[in-house]
């Protein structure tokens, strides 16, 4: 049975979960714009967008550890806390996604992505945007879930887990779209692995908020 009053003992790790999402969120348009400054020919900015990621996901590292290093151990929660640090894993790992794709585009200059699929990636990261969004909002419907208990609530929760789910599935298959065309249009192997790895890269963002949305999911269920 679940005691309303254990809800004040989860206010303050969820807090801290909503303040990193609220990171994870302040990501995605900047990484949106990383992206688009490295093929357009004219911006010269991309390593000021990357080291701004960089920072944020600095930033929502210190909460992750604060999370860790405050969550109650001697005392019942209302969840598995297990399950809850394995949440805040994955939510981590959608900034480590953003991270290291960006990472991936430094490493070779803007022209080894073609003209050709240019309108393609900027579709697969407009693809992956939504979960960004998505994320924080379960957070948050989350945490009201968490304090009073509230079977509305929890549907709510629940129903924003399927929006994240279909949106991965849009992004993945943009992501597969992309990889066909690279290997009908890109001749050089360096290029073609470059190419498929980065579509790979951002494709794991998506990745990422799913599988913190079924973790999410298999907490309300306990």
């Given at each position: 049975?679940?005691?309303?009053?254990?809800?004040?003992?989860?206010?303050?790790?969820?807090?801290?979960?909503?303040?990193?999402?609220?990171?994870?969120?302040?990501?995605?348009?900047?990484?949106?714009?990383?992206?688009?400054?490295?093929?357009?020919?004219?911006?010269?900015?991309?390593?000021t967008?990357?080291?701004?990621?960089?920072?944020?996901?600095s930033?929502?590292?210190?909460?992750?550890?604060?999370?860790?290093?405050?969550?109650?151990?001697e005392?019942?929660?209302?969840?598995?806390?297990?399950?809850?640090?394995?949440?805040?894993?994955?939510?981590?790992?959608?900034?480590?996604?953003?991270v290291?794709?960006?990472?991936?585009?430094?490493?070779?200059?803007?022209?080894?992505?073609?003209?050709?699929?240019?309108?393609?990636?900027?579709?697969?990261?407009?693809?992956?945007?939504?979960?960004?969004?998505?994320?924080?909002?379960?957070?948050?419907?989350?945490?009201?879930?968490?304090?009073?208990?509230?079977?509305?609530?929890?549907?709510?929760?629940?129903?924003?887990?399927?929006?994240?789910?279909?949106?991965?599935?849009?992004?993945?298959?943009?992501?597969?779209?992309?990889?066909?065309?690279?290997?009908?249009?890109?001749?050089?192997?360096?290029?073609?692995?470059?190419?498929?790895?980065?579509?790979?890269?951002?494709?794991?963002?998506?990745?990422?908020?799913?599988?913190?949305?079924?973790?999410?999911?298999?907490?309300?269920?306990?």
């Open positions: 049975m679940r005691l309303p009053f254990l809800s004040f003992i989860m206010a303050p790790t969820f807090r801290g979960i909503q303040d990193h999402a609220e990171k994870v969120k302040e990501c995605a348009w900047i990484f949106q714009q990383a992206v688009e400054c490295h093929v357009n020919a004219h911006c010269e900015l991309f390593e967008h990357r080291n701004e990621v960089i920072r944020l996901e930033e929502a590292d210190t909460i992750k550890n604060r999370i860790r290093a405050y969550l109650p151990r005392i019942l929660m209302p969840v598995d806390k297990v399950l809850l640090l394995k949440y805040v894993k994955e939510q981590d790992e959608i900034l480590d996604a953003v290291g794709a960006l990472a991936w585009i430094s490493y070779r200059n803007r022209e080894f992505i073609p003209a050709d699929l240019h309108k393609d990636f900027f579709l697969l990261v407009d693809a992956v945007m939504d979960p960004f969004e998505e994320i924080s909002r379960m957070v948050a419907e989350a945490m009201k879930y968490f304090q009073r208990f509230s079977e509305n609530r929890r549907n709510k929760v629940k129903e924003i887990i399927r929006t994240i789910r279909q949106q991965e599935h849009e992004a993945d298959k943009v992501e597969e779209m992309i990889i066909q065309k690279a290997f009908e249009s890109v001749t050089d192997p360096i290029s073609l692995f470059h190419v498929i790895r980065l579509a790979e890269s951002i494709g794991a963002i998506a990745n990422h908020a799913e599988n913190a949305g079924d973790i999410m999911r298999a907490m309300l269920a306990r």
